[in-house]
Every structure is written in structure tokens, then in C-alpha cells.
């Protein structure tokens, strides 16, 4: 299993769909897990932590099955300016460093 | 200024030249990282200074020197590049080193290009 793996996507809805995305890591040890977000050409930005089960932040929800050592992002009424790439990152065992998937890339359209 | 800034935002470069690119965070950070982002690779990690210490060298090309003078300021020295380096050079910080539990924040990066 490769340390991060995500659904290579793109991913394309109309406005107002719901869509999810999925990402796999390898390192069990891993407690803590991010997901950023990266406009075309502009810098990663935190979109969200999950340190437990899950984690909602209004029309964001990411949850944690660490059993399976997967993690998904649900977007709700997704809108215009979600578009983008969606970047699942999980820490090293020494928390030192962080490993970033590929990303997923969405685009909403009208 | 706030945040993390890079300068320059684009550079193009030979691959006799030396160049610099220049990292500085405004947000009291002990930590600081660069990154290199390709077409359709993941960030790569290329080195982590914490405390103005290395502490993180991802088997990166000597061609690349990276310097901390200080918590605040990251350089990356380039010289002899090759075309396969042209990336976007991207900077970040975090609160320490324990990036598991702290956000990184990323500066607008560098687009280079080596001729």
C-alpha cells in the first residue's frame, strides 16, 4: 500500500451535489490526519484536522475508520468556489514530517 | 506583512546559474520546511529546520543548500540545476516540529523553470 493514496479523480458535479472523496494511508501509528485544499496555482491551505472519529465543520464532514486506515472528505451543496484539489495528509510515525496523497481535484460546475 | 511570503514568485534560470530563493514567516513559527511540487506528483518533502536546525534531509540532490539563518528566514540555494528541477518550490511553517499536531501554512511559492 502506498503511504497516501487518493482517488485520482477529477471529480465532476453540478452545484448543489453532494460528492466524497476517499484516501487510504499506510502508516497504522498515524493519530492525527489533514485535509487541505489547493486552489489552481495557489498554495496548499488546512481545510480540516481529524483527530477522532471525525470531524464537521458546516458543509464538510471528514471521517476516520482506522481499522481500514482510511479517511474520506463529504462535501454537501457543494458551490463554485470548492473547486479545487483536495489534498489528504497524514503525518510520519514521528510526527516529524507530514506525507501528502496526490490529491483529488473537483470541479463544480453551474 | 503576515504569513508566509516567497519571493521570487517565478524564476527562470539556466543551468549554469546560482540562484536563491528566500522564505520568511511572520507568524513566530520555530519550524520551517521547503517543498517541491510537481505536474502530477505529490509534495515532496526536501528538508525541515526546527529551531534553525536541520533535522530533515529527503535525500535531496546537493545542488539544492538549503540555509536558516535564523527562525524567521529560509533560503534555498540553487546551482547547476536540471530541467527535470523545474517545479514549484514551495515554503511552509509550522507552530515546532511536530507537524502531527500542527497546521503547516504554505507560502504562494516559487515557479521554476531551468532552460
Known amino acids: 500500500r502506498k503511504e497516501v493514496e487518493q482517488d485520482p479523480g477529477p471529480f465532476n458535479v453540478p452545484e448543489g451535489a453532494t460528492v466524497a472523496f476517499n484516501c487510504t494511508y499506510s502508516n497504522s501509528a498515524s493519530q ?9 496555482r495557489k498554495e496548499p491551505k488546512l481545510l480540516m484536522s481529524v483527530y477522532s472519529s471525525g470531524n464537521e465543520d458546516g458543509r464538510f464532514t471528514a471521517q476516520l475508520n482506522r481499522a481500514s486506515q482510511y479517511i474520506s472528505l463529504l462535501i ?6 470548492d473547486s479545487a484539489t483536495y489534498l489528504c495528509v497524514v503525518p510520519n510515525s514521528g510526527y516529524s514530517t ?13 | 506583512e503576515t504569513g ?3 519571493t521570487p514568485r517565478h524564476l527562470v534560470m539556466g543551468m549554469t546559474n546560482k540562484k536563491s530563493l528566500k522564505c520568511e514567516q511572520h507568524l513566530g513559527h520555530n519550524a520551517m ?9 505529490p509534495l515532496e518533502l ?4 526546527n529551531f534553525k536546525e536541520q533535522t530533515e534531509n529527503n535525500s535531496v540532490p546537493s545542488r539544492f543548500s538549503p540555509e536558516c539563518p535564523n527562525s524567521s528566514h529560509l533560503f534555498l540555494h540553487l546551482h547547476t ?10 515554503c511552509a511553517s509550522s507552530q515546532d516540529g511536530l507537524a502531527g499536531g500542527n497546521e503547516q501554512f504554505f507560502g504562494p511559492g516559487t515557479r521554476l523553470t531551468v532552460l
Open chain 1, 32 to 40: 492525527s490526519f489533514f485535509w487541505y485544499r489547493q486552489d489552481c
Open chain 1, 98 to 110: 507530514l506525507t501528502f496523497g496526490k490529491g483529488t481535484m473537483l470541479l463544480v460546475s453551474p
Open chain 1, 76 to 81: 454537501r451543496d457543494s458551490k463554485l468556489s
Open chain 2, 81 to 90: 540545476l536540471q530541467p527535470e528541477d523545474s517545479a514549484l518550490y514551495l
Open chain 2, 33 to 41: 520546511y521547503w517543498y517541491k511540487q510537481s505536474a502530477k506528483k
Open chain 2, 4 to 6: 508566509v511570503t516567497q
Open chain 2, 46 to 49: 526536501m528538508f525541515v529546520y
